[in-house]
């Protein structure tokens, strides 16, 4: 794994890969060069390198189930195509129990982790959201309640008067026990305006997650790339995330995720190219040196991109999901979820160990 594909690299990207072989990190500077160049196979290699150090030929997965229990919202973030208004045609709020009855409908023997997340829907109170958690973990004790993005967690301390730490004790104790990576888009209080992200801004989610590690939740981010931000954004975030990290030793995995297309109908010209996805994973698995796994989010780039993303330094292809909700509404095309089985082809087809896992990377089949 010591050999850099390309023959004639130039003198900054052997900076950067004496660098990453010494282990000294990474600068705002160099992720933004590694984005501005075109040699995409060292890029690759060096992060399979980085890679193979931290997790091997090892790659993880889980058997969960994502779960929405209201599509209302009263942010209008302008890339999304979940949300709805309040009794507009499609909108949805669940009782607990008739989330129950769903899950009873669709979930089979080897589910270890419901992945939850949905709008702000400020018409119910707080105690909606605990009852929520609290109706799964009674009838389904053995499964993980992974739930609320740190932008949820912003929103419920707005409508319940409490703060971060005591809305997260109140909802650890209806059964949380860890937060989803969502609601970080861009870290950039720019971005955020120009994009109406008009939920947690840049401070509020790195405090949000910080409270969690600091009560002992272990937690995933996310970075939603693609739209109007620039390299230095890209490369910003992560460092963010980087020091929160470098702080509290509490993120399990980094998720880019790719934006979606408001239509599914939409030309290519509209979606970012496997060249950006793969370098953008690449590029995270780099600069993130304190962070163990880089997930390749299929139901974004597609299950054969994921299968390249396993060269390009991703350690992790996420789960069964069963019926994905989000990024299909904003026109991804591809499958709503995979069975155990596809999971293991699919890693096995990257030439690539499949490890099942739970939501705290806990081995709990290597498939060899």
């Not at 999304?80 to 409908?105: A, H, I, P, W």
């Not at 979606?260 to 590029?283: G, V």
């Not at 350690?315 to 069964?320: E, F, I, L, Y």
Request: with cysteine; net charge negative; charged share 25%.
């Amino acid at each position: 794994m010591s050999t850099i594909i390309t023959p004639h690299t130039d003198t900054r990207m052997a900076e950067i890969i004496h660098k990453v072989r010494t282990g000294e990190r990474l600068t705002l500077e160099d992720g933004v060069y590694l984005y501005e160049s075109d040699d995409i196979l060292t890029i690759g290699q060096l992060a399979n390198e980085a890679n193979q150090r931290k997790n091997g030929n090892k790659v993880y997965f889980i058997e969960n189930m994502s779960l929405y229990f209201t599509n209302v919202c009263e942010a209008h973030c302008a890339f999304c195509n979940f949300r709805k208004d309040e009794g507009e045609e499609g909108s949805y709020t669940l009782s607990g129990q008739e989330m129950v009855d769903y899950v009873q409908q669709h979930i089979h023997p080897g589910i270890r982790e419901f992945h939850i997340v949905g709008g702000h829907n400020n018409n119910v109170p707080f105690q909606y959201y605990v009852d929520s958690l609290k109706a799964l973990n009674e009838a389904f004790p053995d499964v993980t309640l992974k739930a609320y993005t740190a932008a949820e967690i912003d929103f419920f301390t707005r409508i319940s008067g409490l703060n971060v730490r005591e809305v997260l004790i109140k909802l650890r104790e209806a059964g949380l026990q860890s937060l989803t990576g969502g609601g970080a888009e861009i870290l950039s209080d720019e971005y955020r305006k120009k994009m109406r992200v008009d939920k947690a801004n840049v401070d509020r989610y790195l405090e949000v997650h910080r409270t969690a590690h600091e009560l002992g939740m272990r937690t995933h981010t996310t970075m939603l790339y693609g739209s109007i931000e620039s390299y230095e954004d890209r490369v910003q975030h992560m460092i963010h995330i980087r020091e929160l990290q470098d702080e509290t030793n509490g993120f399990q995995v980094f998720i880019p995720l790719s934006m979606q297309p408001k239509s599914k109908n939409a030309s290519i010209m509209r979606r970012n190219s496997a060249y950006e996805d793969l370098k953008t994973i690449a590029i995270s698995r780099l600069m993130l040196d304190n962070i163990d796994h880089i997930k390749a989010y299929f139901i974004n780039i597609g299950t054969q991109l994921t299968q390249m993303a396993l060269a390009f330094g991703a350690s992790d292809v996420h789960g069964t999901i069963l019926k994905e909700r989000i990024s299909h509404a904003a026109g991804a095309l591809t499958p709503e979820g995979l069975t155990r089985k596809e999971l293991v082809w699919l890693v096995k087809g990257a030439g690539r160990i499949p490890v099942e896992r739970d939501t705290f990377y806990n081995e709990i089949k290597v498939y060899d």
